[in-house]
């Protein structure tokens, strides 16, 4: 039969239990409701990491809901409630009696897992989500929300508050899995001294020189991440082929480097800014040196995009920052005195562009 929106209904078989197939279909309205409901995903992963219920059903490896409220201290019927909506998400499997168990993607929840994206989870739950409920500000006037929120911006912020710090600068490693494949797609192998303009705590450094046993290269950042990189390191960067040196790009880099590496900071920033970061890594740049740019891009056409939710998300969190296409990065790069010499595409709609000083 077809209800007034002209869409078809089949009839339930009522001696069947009813199963997802009876209920799920693709109409506008249930589309919409997906869209604006999106929160609840965010809200029941991040508390999946954030309460420790990941955690608590990976050391047990299947726990009944009793057993599980008992160890994360939560109500058995909320938490009940939860796992079901997480198994239709995909990211538990199993049963009130039989128990639950991790799926791939919610074994990625546990905060001691090989690739744990744990850490992302929470800053995108708990801050990021904060800063995005104040969207309209961001619309109004250009400018990030996080800063209206938190009444900093998003790097003092961090500097304000070393746990926070800590948290962001591992979600950052768990946003990269394709570190690996980033130091295959460029010669890294006859660089002298390869400069990581704001490397973090040097996890693209640390694949690079696992890989290259010939160069040396220095970890440049902020000085608070330059010494929570010493203190608390997330990366193990190769002690004696790498020095950590501290200070502010929109001063100085450090000199004499033949590869300047940047990946992630010209999409956290406005054009203008951009061009002071590019213009600095080209005066200190040794003859016949090479910048290797890591972003994520604006590609045409329609579908998922991850670029297109991070050109919001950066405007958002940063303001100024924005993702960019092909052709803004060539003429930001031109206009600092730079030409793009190759393109590779990495995972998740990165691409690492390499370019020469003109
Ligand atoms: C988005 S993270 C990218 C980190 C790393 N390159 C990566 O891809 O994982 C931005 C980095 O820029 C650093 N940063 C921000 N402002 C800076 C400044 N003025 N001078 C030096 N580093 C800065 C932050 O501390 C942070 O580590």
Avoid at 89 to 106: F, R
Avoid at 307 to 328: F, K, S, T
Avoid at 329 to 337: C, I, V
Wanted: aromatic share 8%; proline share 4%.
């Amino acid at each position: 039969m077809d209800d007034q929106q002209g869409v078809h209904v089949t009839t339930h078989n009522t001696t069947e239990p009813v199963t997802m197939e009876d209920t799920v279909e693709n109409t506008p309205g249930r589309q919409l409701i997906e869209l604006m409901a999106g929160f609840w995903k965010t809200q029941a992963v991040f508390m999946a990491a954030e309460l420790g219920i990941a955690d608590a059903i990976a050391a047990a490896g299947r726990l009944p809901v009793v057993d599980l409220a008992l160890r994360t201290g939560t109500d058995a019927d909320a938490l009940g409630r939860l796992l079901l909506f997480l198994e239709s998400l995909g990211v538990v499997e199993g049963d009130e009696k039989s128990g639950y168990a991790l799926t791939p993607v919610g074994e990625l929840l546990r905060v001691d897992a090989p690739d744990s994206m744990s850490d992302h989870v929470r800053i995108y739950g708990s801050h990021f989500y904060q800063a995005w409920d104040a969207l309209s500000h961001s619309l109004r006037t250009g400018r990030s929300a996080f800063t209206h929120v938190f009444g900093s911006d998003l790097f003092s912020y961090l500097h304000q508050n070393p746990d926070v710090s800590l948290t962001y600068e591992r979600a950052m490693v768990a946003g990269t899995p394709f570190f690996a494949e980033a130091a295959g797609a460029f010669d890294f192998s006859t660089a002298r001294r390869i400069v990581d303009v704001a490397g973090g705590h040097g996890a693209l450094l640390d694949e690079i020189l696992k890989a290259n046993p010939g160069p040396r290269a220095v970890l440049f950042d902020a000085p608070h991440v330059i010494e929570e990189a010493a203190s608390r390191p997330i990366a193990t960067v190769h002690a004696d082929r790498c020095e950590r040196i501290a200070g502010n790009f929109f001063e100085s880099v450090p000199a004499d480097g033949d590869v300047y590496l940047l990946s992630r900071i010209l999409h956290c920033f406005d054009d203008e800014a951009c061009h002071r970061i590019l213009t600095n890594c080209h005066r200190a740049m040794a003859p016949g040196g090479r910048l290797v740019i890591l972003e994520r891009m604006l590609t045409k056409g329609t579908g998922s995009s991850l670029a297109q939710g991070y050109n919001m998300h950066m405007l958002v969190v940063l303001g100024g920052g924005r993702e960019r296409d092909e052709a803004h990065y060539r003429a930001l790069l031109e206009k600092a005195g730079f030409a793009v010499e190759s393109l590779h595409r990495l995972p998740l709609e990165t691409h690492l562009v390499v370019a020469a000083p003109r």
